[in-house]
């Protein structure tokens, strides 16, 4: 245990140094593509915005109903189910049937293969509808499980657009997570003014275009108001063209005008149908518009095949990025909305950094203070493998760019007790050796052997207790287990690396004196 060959001496302190080199970075304002990582400070340490979003799946609940309506009629047809009364209420398709043809209706209905009626959702071994018969009347409707999973699947893919949207604006370390069925937290640290992170959040952006026409069309027609002005324009509810074709959207200057407007690019689909759409309505207006809301009605002057075009109307510039940044990120699924808002001041941050630093450093200090009383030379041994250990554990925190919270700091000072346990437990062991053996160097070669098993049966289970809590828990709990599972890590290399080579070097140049811990 105490032989230590010039190799694994030299891997041992060039791991050191080039983890511990990391920590230097959070103090430097450096370019260098080693230096220019840092530990990022959380919400409740730097300050910022916390936001509680509500997805409403009502509209997507009633879509869904909705698109089954066609599909539906189609397959009473294809079974020779003669049907009367058929309406659509809310979530709800209501038709009645004849006694004989109720059975032919369930067989269908409940078959799980091949089902573009009832979709069979295996994770919850359930069909997304249900229905319900009263007197020859049946009532379809959204089952409990095809509920959760529209709302499930609203909520994940509302949590990936808010994710693109606020990474867009550059907001650091972001914590998107979701919270129960329906709701979103966002935290957003060293955001002061989270009034336009509301606004972009507050915006579905779905965009159409969709033909301006002066009669009522097949489709059926809907009167806007073009944004800005007073003009009332009666637009075809058919949609050329949707946000789902876009590939890229960017804030640009009109080269004719010098206003803001925002160029987009489409997809090979996208393009063809705008190429196609345009070409057949030269001389007619189409309308751009955005949840609801006409932008703009600009006349077609030529066909646009090229697969890009511009946005305009009377935008500010900041309107256009915005405008370009919402489309880049794709619509939400529905409306979210802004349940609860909290902005944590930086006061408060540094004032919890100021704490938990003199914590540390009071803790940290009479660690030093009773590890020299207690073991004297040893106790130095002891010392520089703490610090050590401390060091590698920020320079680790540092490589990952971690984020750092109030619990993140408890994990640390955590992890000092524990490095502490591992000296306190080695030397004890090589006290109780130093009394059954003549041989100082044998001595320590059993303490160190006999030691290390209680350190890893300790840290390992500490460890997994760590690691536990980072898969099931989340926010300032991740935290906590991120800077524990890590410290645990570097106190094991401290421990059974640093502090054994040290003790190893001074009994073994002092082999002829009697040395005594």
């Keep these: 245990m105490l032989n230590f060959s010039k190799t694994k001496i030299i891997i041992i302190y060039l791991i050191f140094l080039f983890i511990s080199i990391f920590t230097l970075s959070n103090f430097l304002e450096s370019k260098n593509f080693f230096l220019n990582k840092k530990v990022n400070l959380g919400l409740d340490l730097q300050g910022g915005s916390y936001l509680l979003l509500e997805v409403d799946s009502s509209s997507l609940e009633k879509r869904r109903i909705q698109s089954k309506v066609l599909p539906l009629k189609k397959e009473l047809n294809k079974n020779s189910i003669s049907f009367s009364n058929f309406v659509v209420l809310n979530q709800n398709i209501q038709f009645n049937v004849q006694n004989e043809d109720y059975e032919k209706f369930k067989n269908f209905f409940e078959n799980k293969n091949k089902n573009?009626?009832?979709?069979?959702?295996?994770?919850?071994?359930?069909?997304?509808?249900?229905?319900?018969?009263?007197?020859?009347?049946?009532?379809?409707?959204?089952?409990?499980?095809?509920?959760?999973?529209?709302?499930?699947?609203?909520?994940?893919q509302s949590i990936e657009i808010v994710r693109r949207r606020?990474?867009?604006?550059?907001?650091?370390?972001?914590?998107?997570?979701?919270?129960?069925?329906?709701?979103?937290?966002?935290?957003?640290p060293g955001v002061k003014d989270p009034e336009r992170i509301k606004e972009l959040l507050g915006k579905t952006a779905e965009l159409g275009f969709r033909l301006v026409t002066e009669e009522k069309s097949e489709f059926g027609t809907e009167k806007f108001l073009i944004q800005?002005?007073?003009?009332?324009?009666?637009?075809?509810?058919?949609?050329?063209?949707?946000?789902?074709?876009?590939?890229?959207?960017?804030?640009?200057?009109?080269?004719f005008n010098n206003e803001p407007i925002v160029s987009f690019t489409l997809d090979r689909l996208g393009s063809q149908r705008f190429g196609k759409a345009t070409s057949q309505n030269i001389g007619k207006r189409i309308a751009i518009i955005l949840d609801n809301e006409a932008i703009s009605a600009p006349v077609i002057?030529?066909?646009?095949?090229?697969?890009?075009?511009?946005?305009?109307?009377?935008?500010?510039?900041?309107?256009?990025?915005?405008?370009a940044l919402l489309l880049r990120s794709g619509a939400l699924p529905t409306p979210l909305s802004i349940i609860e808002e909290r902005t944590v001041g930086?006061?408060?941050?540094?004032?919890?950094?100021?704490?938990?630093v003199v914590s540390l450093i009071v803790g940290f200090s009479l660690v030093i203070f009773y590890m020299f009383f207690k073991y004297k030379f040893y106790g130095i041994i002891a010392n520089f493998s703490l610090i050590s250990n401390l060091l590698m554990l920020m320079g680790i925190l540092t490589i990952l760019e971690a984020t750092l919270t109030l619990p993140g700091i408890a994990g640390i000072i955590l992890t000092v007790g524990m490095a502490v346990d591992a000296n306190v437990l080695i030397f004890e062991r090589i006290r109780?050796?130093?009394?059954?053996?003549?041989?100082?160097?044998?001595?320590?070669?059993?303490?160190?052997?006999?030691?290390?098993?209680?350190?890893?049966?300790?840290?390992?289970?500490?460890?997994?207790?760590?690691?536990?809590?980072?898969?099931?828990?989340?926010?300032?709990?991740?935290?906590f287990a991120i800077t524990l599972s890590i410290g645990l890590l570097t106190t094991l290399f401290s421990a059974y690396f640093i502090s054994r080579h040290l003790t190893a070097f001074y009994v073994l140049n002092n082999r002829d004196k009697k040395i005594t811990i």
């Design 116 to 156: 573009n009626i009832n979709t069979y959702l295996n994770n919850y071994n359930a069909f997304e509808l249900d229905h319900s018969l009263n007197e020859n009347k049946i009532n379809i409707f959204l089952s409990k499980y095809g509920i959760i999973n529209i709302r499930s699947a609203a909520v994940d």
């Design 228 to 255: 800005g002005t007073d003009e009332e324009i009666l637009v075809s509810k058919r949609i050329i063209l949707s946000g789902q074709n876009l590939v890229d959207a960017q804030p640009k200057f009109d080269n």
């Design 432 to 479: 109780e050796e130093l009394k059954k053996e003549n041989s100082s160097i044998k001595a320590f070669d059993q303490g160190f052997k006999k030691s290390i098993v209680t350190i890893l049966d300790a840290n390992i289970t500490t460890l997994i207790a760590a690691i536990i809590l980072f898969i099931f828990g989340s926010g300032p709990i991740k935290g």
């Design 301 to 323: 002057k030529d066909s646009i095949t090229g697969g890009n075009g511009s946005i305009s109307g009377n935008f500010t510039f900041q309107d256009a990025t915005d405008l």
């Design 346 to 356: 930086p006061d408060l941050g540094k004032d919890s950094i100021e704490a938990g």
């Design 166 to 188: 606020i990474d867009e604006i550059g907001t650091k370390e972001p914590s998107i997570l979701k919270r129960g069925n329906n709701r979103i937290l966002v935290e957003l």
